[in-house]
């Protein structure tokens, strides 16, 4: 398994943007996929964003697509999710996943991964 350290997350404004970086050790992230999910209390964990590393396919939850945008750096072995255009209803946890392979579908489920990291809290404001 491959180990992921979430970082960036914070208290940020309506309209505001933050950068959410993923490190990842013990295995080269571009050996398949990358994803992003987030949970609000009470609720479910739910996609948000995803890169294939081959061919860097990218798929978006409809809530976020011309908002967000997932990247990344394989030569430091870290992804990223940059948030623009930040809502309320944005307010979660957001995990980074990790997965050796590439993705089957433009929605991927939380089964589809098999590391985490521990997360990272965000905060919108109205």
């Known amino acids: 398994q491959v180990q992921l350290v979430e970082s960036g997350g914070g208290l940020v404004q309506a309209g505001g943007s933050l950068r959410l970086s993923c490190a990842a050790s013990?295995?080269?992230?571009?050996?398949?996929?990358t994803g992003w999910f987030r949970q609000a209390p009470g609720k479910e964990r739910e996609f948000v964003a995803a890169i294939s590393w081959t061919g860097l396919a990218r798929y978006y939850a409809d809530s976020v697509i011309g908002r967000f945008t997932i990247s990344g750096d394989i030569a430091k072995n870290t992804a990223y999710l940059q948030m623009n255009s930040l809502k309320p209803e944005d307010t979660a946890v957001y995990y980074c996943a990790a997965k050796i392979g590439g993705l089957d579908r433009s929605s991927p489920t939380t089964g589809d991964f098999d590391s985490w990291g521990q997360g990272t809290q965000v905060t919108v404001s109205s």
């Open positions: 013990g295995r080269a992230i571009s050996s398949g996929a």
